[in-house]
Nanobody, 116 residues
Framework: QVQLAESGGGLVQPGGSVRLSCAASESSFRTYQVAWYRQFPGKDRELVAAITTTSTHYTDSVKGRFTISRDNAKNTVYLQMNSLKPEDTAVYIC???????????WGQGTQVTVSS
């Protein structure tokens, strides 16, 4: 069972930056498809960005502002968030999929609040 731990959330001013981390408990994480979702109050989770071993994907609203990356030596995926807007305020949740066997893992989430 892979454990995911997110960190890096907090309060940031509009236009500011924050980097989220998703650290995994096992090295097999480096082969997983990993995504960041966000959840707004009372709404379904929204896919923000995803990374495989060969590609990345972003939802339109964050293209050019957010960057997803991975450090396999640290079993960690990052989400660099720049030019933040109040509408980016949400709980950001890490998801990892072992595509070989179909297992799906979720972190607990980290709150990002963009406000002056």
């Amino acid at each position: 069972q892979v454990q995911l731990a997110e960190s890096g959330g907090g309060l940031v001013q509009p236009g500011g930056s924050v980097r989220l981390s998703c650290a995994a408990s096992e090295s097999s994480f480096r082969t997983y498809q990993v995504a960041w979702y966000r959840q707004f109050p009372g709404k379904d989770r929204e896919l923000v960005a995803a990374i495989t071993t060969t590609s990345t994907h972003y939802t339109d609203s964050v293209k050019g502002r957010f960057t997803i990356s991975r450090d396999n030596a640290k079993n960690t995926v990052y989400l660099q968030m720049n030019s933040l807007k109040p509408e980016d305020t949400a709980v950001y949740i890490c998801n990892a999929i072992d595509t070989l066997v179909g297992n799906d893992y979720w972190g607990q989430g980290t709150q990002v609040t963009v406000s002056s």
